[in-house]
Structures are given as structure tokens and as C-alpha cells.
């Protein structure tokens, strides 16, 4: 079992797995190949590293940096955009140690806190995480939480 850092967001491995996610969540795309070949040009700023044993994608965490800014204070953030964890390997520590590999990629660029959206199932899990509601930053549909790393 090995994390990867996604280097082409068409791959075959990756395209399976999010495919997968999206089907999960109940979304879709009306054109798989360029909502790929999109991600691929945004890798520059949107990571992504995936848990893989062998060809087989146990989960992935994407993630980008992102800056709050106002006419006073500008704070860089690192922000957890998707988290999956395949069905057969869920709460077995797959996807708090996809996290906390998230979290050590922004700590080693020396941001210091971490933002996320979270749909109401998976709340209780980010708080096992030691992410809690944010009181700052608001989302519309879902609960932000924020992290001190």
C-alpha cells in the first residue's frame, strides 16, 4: 500500500476511482474527458494524492491552497476539497491518514490552518479529526470547518 501524488488526473486510476466518487455522491458530468482534461490544467494549484494498493484506488484526497482576504487581513489557508474512501475500506484509518497527509503537505509549506466543507454525514468524522466549526467563514448548503495544524 502506497500514497501517490496524481501527476495526470487522466489517468485510467484516478479517472475509475473519482468516476466512482461521483456516482457516490450522486453527480455526473456530461463530458468526463474534458472535466479530466480540466483538472489536469489546474494541477498546478489543485493536488491530489491517492491510496493505492497495487491497481487498486482504496481512496483519494484532493486539495489546493487558498487565501482569505479582506481590506485588512490576508490568511492563506490549505483546503480539503474532496476526500473518498472506497466502500470496502472505510473506518479502517484510510481516510484520516489521507488527511493527515494533506494536512503535513500545507504544514510543510508553512500554512498554518486548514479549511473544509462538510456535508452533515460526514461532520462527526472531521471533528474526530480536530476540525471544528468554523465561526468566520460560511458556506451556504454546508458546514465549514477549520483546523489549527
Known sequence: M??????????????TAFKKYFCEISTSSRNWKMLFRQMNAEKDTT??????????????????????QCFFFSEKL????????DTPYRRTGHGSQLIQTAEK??????IPQMALNAA?????????????????????????FTKRL
Open 47 to 68: 493536488k491530489a494524492i491517492m491510496r493505492v494498493d497495487g491497481d487498486t484506488v482504496i481512496g483519494f484526497v484532493m486539495f489546493c491552497e487558498i487565501e482569505l
Open 78 to 85: 490549505g483546503y480539503i476539497r474532496d476526500l473518498w474512501v
Open 105 to 110: 503537505y500545507f504544514v510543510d509549506r508553512k
Open 120 to 144: 452533515a454525514t460526514s461532520e462527526e468524522f472531521y471533528q474526530k479529526q480536530g476540525y471544528s466549526i468554523s465561526e468566520v467563514i460560511f458556506s451556504e448548503g454546508n458546514t465549514v
Open 2 to 15: 502506497q500514497d501517490i501524488f496524481v501527476e495526470d488526473f487522466e489517468s485510467e486510476l484516478f479517472t
